[in-house]
């Protein structure tokens, strides 16, 4: 969070601070998943890929592994 000041150097969120609940609960139930950790399973279940960034770094090859991909798959 940036530093805001007011005039005469207080911090203008000094109430917002005060008056946070910052001891929340965690929510119940496993963490979602992420995007990336999908397309981590999935590169790796489908095409056997295991550092999928390093290869959709070079789009070609991505594309090309994509439509293997979705043909495998039937998509």
Same mark, same amino acid.
């Given at each position: 969070?940036?530093?805001?000041?007011?005039?005469?150097?207080?911090?203008?969120?000094? =109430? =917002?601070?005060?008056?946070?609940?910052?001891?929340?609960?965690?929510?119940?139930?496993?963490?979602?998943?992420?995007?990336?950790?999908?397309?981590?399973?999935?590169? &790796?279940? &489908?095409?056997?890929?295991?550092?999928?960034?390093?290869?959709?770094?070079?789009?070609?090859?991505?594309?090309? &592994?994509?439509?293997?991909?979705?043909?495998?798959?039937?998509?």
């Amino acid at each position: 969070m940036g530093r805001s000041h007011s005039k005469n150097g207080r911090r203008k969120d000094s =109430k =917002k601070f005060l008056n946070e609940n910052f001891y929340t609960t965690r929510p119940v139930g496993r963490p979602r998943n992420r995007w990336a950790d999908v397309v981590q399973k999935d590169a &790796l279940q &489908l095409l056997g890929i295991r550092r999928w960034r390093r290869r959709a770094e070079n789009r070609d090859e991505w594309r090309r &592994l994509m439509r293997e991909a979705k043909g495998r798959k039937g998509l």
